[in-house]
């Protein structure tokens, strides 16, 4: 039996792993000294002769090693257990005995050993679910895997048309007590709780506008989703819901694109009449407001002209009551004042007018054939042209 210093003169094991292996390695060559004695005893040699007391205390000392082995190793991983650190990127749920008991920070940090353990948690990281599809190949040029998912993708609308939606959920853990404690499988939750959201927005909606609202109808599934997730006390916090693909089915792709490309033929045609009726209604606009302003202002200059001559009429007829002669004369004047500035030739006769038709027109000059028996005599005229 080897009675030397279990230290001895050699290193001492840098941790627990070490110290449990040593332990294991001397138990082991203690019975393996105890199975060689009994192997003596069987072929009849005869084992080194000892003393009772000294045989039992040698077993006492092997033994008291052994346990002073062992007290030490648990002693130390208890120590080491004490001490434990938390990353930047981490939340530490500390339970005793299975219970929360408190959330650690990031850092070093301090536990009771063998009575407390701690549940690190992510809380930084996107966490993503995807439907209707699967990354196979991530990166800049990714590579989508839709085989297989048909039926997380097909739905029906309201109108009853079937439509292929796919779509992404990105969410992480806003608190770490509720995500490890409240719901037994977070991501499931999300899964489900998203699927019937989406289902349900769909469901109510028609094929078209579910085709041409895309933003609007992932933000709507995001804040009602958001609300479920937290009814459930999931801990979780919605980052973004991105419907990426919203496409008929492949039976119905024929007459879609046909429905589509009358639908632009509308739109085209549509346009071209709004662009017709922007440039013609506006001139016509323009031309009726002036004609309506024309006619006001004409009826106000008429208006303004019969005022005035109102007005003329009334001094004249007053003053033509104080002076009939003298008034009748200025009129006559004024009148005559105002026309002759105007007239090119001038006839004044004392006699009959003489039958000459065409006076200012061409031939005015010439006189009507007349034979002299007839022919009255020429009244000597005067004339005078301005």
Known sequence: MNTSSPWGKKKKPAGPEDLLADLIQKIRDFFEEQNDQNKNKKEGEEPPKETGPDNNLGYQAAAGKIALIVAAIVLLRGVLACFYTIEPEQQGIVVRFGKYSRTAEPGLNFKIPFMEDV?????????????GFRTKTPGQNSVFDKKGYENE????????????????????????VMFLFKVSDVPQAVRDNSETVIRRIVGNMDFDYVLGNRATLADMARQELQRDLNKLESGVELVTLQLLDITPTDAVKPAFNEVNEADQDMKRLVNEAEEQYNRVIPKARGSAKQMIEEAHGYAVQRLNDAKGETTRFKAIATEYEKAKDVTRRRMYLETMQSILPQVKQVYIMDNPVLPFLNLNGPGSNVLPPTSPATQPPLIPQESTTK
Request: aromatic share 8%; net charge negative; proline share 3%.
């Open 153 to 176: 993708s097909l739905m029906l609308t309201g109108d009853k048309n079937v439509i292929e939606v796919a779509w992404i959920v990105q969410y992480k853990i806003n608190d770490p």
């Open 119 to 131: 549940i690190r948690v992510d809380v930084t990281s996107v966490r993503k679910e995807e439907f």
